[in-house]
């Protein structure tokens, strides 16, 4: 198993790191460039805590070798504000959303990546775009609240 | 002969220079102090009891318990800073050191000097008291070196929001000034509690204030133990027993050698561990492990679905030598008199705890092996230490546990396994190492609340009213099975409570609200069903029960108004109800379901909560406890179980494990909380209990018929529909 060089974009940032081409996303983005963020759930795209953005779209990054990423512009939760201050997030601490907070990147990035593609969505849309994220303390009511709370904000 | 330590130990002084130190005299502290870069800077740096005052103006409160989402960490803060009147912005939270005699809270309440374990729904009630008094302390050194400073009698000073007052003066000045102070020595005296502060004047106890965690918990910054890395850091993974007692021996240490990145392999009774250079590296490494198990262990006999029968007819045995919970009149008497008995059986599976961070921990030991620093998030801060230093055979007082966010606990990490493997591989290998359990190795090696079979049986009267009350409970796990038995709420003439527990060779553990969750569910469904048979209703059954707790009637009797209890109900729905305690709380629920005859599927519409508390100390965080409790409690009703074949568990991960997801959750979370100045009681549990015997009760008047196994899985529904 040898290792090979791969150039990333994350988070509008270059980084080459030399890793075995299996490696998944997930671990790269998390050993090799220190995003931590981003969690490791279950290794099989089951629970979404892993999830990040591809090109804008959801992906669970436990899963994608890292040789599928190359090319493609990453965005983890380190990567979709400054400060921390995406309507996602600000929204997410206006409902007091997490409890122990390990999905909850996996859940924000989840929630971006709806209203990227449907700026008004229904409860029922916001519930089936989410349902691939598990939640363990079940924070699930507030979380469909904060996602309603970014779409009123944006009308 | 007289005991100095515990003489000086009562008394305590401050002193201020340069920032103001509560000490206790009695425990001197020396502990290595790192900065957030980990660089360490003081090497003997004394650390303050509760709160630490900065020439700045910041106070640091130091939090004792894990923050594993129960939110305690800011409640606990928020005890401290009300009594001492802080002001709130200026509030740094930080995990206090491990020493259980100084920072341990009594079980049930009291001034601490106790445990450290955050387990149970003890945060809040253990430390109530203590903090609150560590607060009005505080604030009476503030005053009284002011009252030195400025010579005017301590009762001309007032304080509020990070300031003291003088009205003799007509001027202020702020706690950061105040720790600019030189050399004023105060002694701490005891604060009696009718000199502490008045509920009415809480500013912030019952208020609502914004969780100290989770700006960091959105931003990706919150460290858990698995985040942390070290330079030179290396990657282990342990293969576990696939049942649990089986001995491991490597047949292909020789391949593994031969292997990229191989660093070591380390030995354990239950498994092999594996170390390697580079994360991938170690999972292929831990695939290419070849193990032979040993044979013979108690649990290789096990098969969780043939259980069931061997505790039916442990509990037909007349002469069954029982362990007495609760023994009042003589059930077994007064049934065999009694004409109008009921007698039913309910199972319940093992659960696994399917907290989202899987375990792990990171251990690193000095290039002379005489210190050790371990990161680890954990619910047994002390235990954690004991496992670290017993395993690295290094002092206590070089051994330093840093104590990381919980990605969940659920009672999984009370225990300190992992912590263990993490510092023998550490120990052993030389080298910064960090564990990571996949998530088949957390939930394989899981340790389950346990299965059991509940045989309940009750009598009632000539006027039908339920006298009688006989629960017999066996499984495996021990008392972890019979926590929730009793039901002091609930008045009967005669109630017996009995248990039996096998030894299957399997690990149990306390799960969130442990036994409750199926001994709630056990007499709530069985309550239902006796009512239903009786034409009676379920809310009423209960009120009659409840005769002798006012305070248990008015929970239930909120609930009742609250979900307008009694109401029509949409076609094809019905509603339950339940009622039960844990931790000292009382929570009341009514449910509203709806049942796919076709699939299977029941699905939980809406939800009405009442819960007494007593005091509420962060009323929104109390809220997102009942609410994420009662998801837990739909998802252990209807989803989760593990089955075990021979020994081996026989699920792997989220795929065939199920939990509550997003599309399951009810529309409705209608939850409500008692205001009342009665002594605070555990919330983060609660709410759990009720729900599954409030789901079957409503599965019955909808259908006719009776779920008594959870989880009700759609096979299961649809098994008792087709009955």
Known sequence: MSTTNFTLNVNSKKYTVDVEPETPLLWVIREYIGLTGTKYGCGLAVCGACTVHLNGKPMRSCVLPVSGAVGSKITTIEGISEDGNHPMQEAWIKEQVPQCGYCQSGQIMQAISLLNKNSDPSREEIKSHMNGIICRCGTYNRIIKAVERVTEENK | ?723
């Open chain 2, 1 to 723: 002969m007289e005991n100095k330590e515990s003489k000086i130990s009562r008394r305590k002084f401050v002193k201020i220079a340069g920032g103001i130190t509560f000490l206790v005299t009695g425990y001197p502290l020396w502990a290595r102090y790192k900065h957030k870069e980990g660089v360490e800077t003081s090497l003997e740096k004394e650390i303050s009891a509760w709160v630490q005052i900065s020439t700045d103006g910041e106070v640091r409160i130091f939090n004792p318990v894990a923050e594993m989402g129960q939110g305690s960490m800011t409640a606990l803060a928020v005890l401290v800073a009300e009594e001492m009147d802080a002001d709130w912005s200026k509030v740094k939270i930080e995990y206090s050191p491990i020493d259980p005699k100084i920072y341990g809270r009594s079980w049930g309440g009291g001034r601490g000097g106790g445990t450290m374990m955050t387990v149970g729904s003890q945060a809040i009630r253990g430390y109530y008291e203590n903090l609150r008094h560590a607060g009005a302390q505080a604030r009476y050194v503030l005053l009284k070196a002011v009252s030195e400073k400025w010579k005017v009698p301590i009762n001309d000073l007032s304080s509020a929001n990070g300031y003291i007052k003088s009205k003799q003066l007509n001027k202020k000045i702020s706690f950061g000034e105040i720790a600019s102070f030189k050399n004023i020595e105060i002694e701490i005296p005891e604060i009696p509690v009718d000199q502490w502060k008045k509920p009415e004047d809480f500013k912030l106890i019952g208020k609502y204030v914004e969780r100290y965690d989770i700006p960091e918990k959105v931003n990706g910054n919150a460290v858990y133990s698995i985040d942390v890395r070290l330079p030179n850091m290396v990657y282990a993974f342990i293969s576990r027993s696939p049942v649990h007692g089986a001995k491991p021996t490597l047949t292909n240490l020789n391949e593994l050698k031969e292997s990229a990145g191989f660093v070591d392999v380390v030995e354990f009774d239950h498994g092999i561990g594996v170390v390697a250079e580079t994360v991938q590296q170690g999972f292929v490494l831990k695939r290419k492990m070849k193990i032979n198990w040993s044979k013979g262990s108690t649990a290789e006999t096990h098969t969780s679905a043939k259980a069931y029968s061997e505790y039916e007819k442990i509990a037909d045995n007349p002469n069954e030598n029982w362990k007495v919970i609760n023994d009042k009149g003589d059930a077994s008497k007064s049934l065999a008199q009694l004409k109008n008995t009921y007698e039913a059986d309910y199972k319940n599976d093992y659960a696994y705890h399917a907290q989202m961070e899987p375990l792990n921990a990171v251990a690193s030991i000095s290039n002379d092996g005489t210190s050790a620093d371990v990161w680890v998030g954990t619910q047994s801060a002390a235990g954690a230490k004991i496992t670290a230093v017993k395993a690295l055979s290094i002092a206590p007082s070089n051994v330093t546990i840093h104590r990381c966010y919980l990605g969940g606990g659920f009672g999984r990490r009370s225990m300190s396994d992992y912590v263990h493997e993490t510092c023998m591989i550490a120990g052993k290998i030389k080298r910064p190492t960090k564990l990571i359990w996949t998530r088949e190795d957390d939930l394989r090696y899981g340790a389950f609340r346990p299965m059991s079979l509940q045989r309940l049986r009750a009598g009632l009267n000539d006027r039908g009213n339920l006298k009688v009350w006989q629960h017999s409970i066996i499984g495996t796990g021990g008392n972890l099975m019979t926590s929730g038995a009793s039901t002091d709420y609930y008045t009967f003439e005669d109630q017996q409570i009995q248990m039996k527990s096998v030894d299957h060779g399997i690990r149990t553990k306390h799960w969130r609200a442990v036994g409750h969750g199926s001994t709630k569910f056990a007499i709530e469904a069985f309550i239902n069903e006796i009512a239903y048979d009786q034409q009676k209703d379920p809310l009423d059954i209960r009120r009659e029960l409840m005769r002798n707790h006012p305070r248990a009637l008015n929970v239930l009797n909120r609930v009742a108004e609250r979900s307008n209890w009694g109401s029509v109900t949409p076609e094809g729905r019905a509603r339950g109800i339940a009622f039960a305690e844990r931790s000292g709380s009382l929570v009341g629920g009514v449910c509203e379901i709806s049942v796919n005859s076709n699939s299977g599927l029941i699905k939980v519409h809406k939800i009405w909560a009442v819960l007494d508390a007593g005091i509420v100390v962060q009323p929104d965080n109390a809220l997102a406890q009942t609410e994420g409790s009662i998801i837990f409690g739909i998802s252990s009703a209807l989803k989760e179980s593990i089955s075990i074949k021979n020994g081996e568990v026989q699920e792997s991960n989220y795929h065939d494990y199920n939990v509550l997801r997003m599309t399951d959750v009810p529309d409705i979370l209608d939850i409500d909380m008692i205001t009342s100045n009665e002594s605070p009681s555990g919330i983060g549990e609660a709410a759990l209990p009720w729900v599954p015997g409030a789901i079957a009760g409503a599965f019955l008047k909808l259908t006719g018929k009776k779920m008594r196994h959870i989880p009700f899985t759609k096979e299961r529904v649809l098994e008792v529909l087709g009955s």
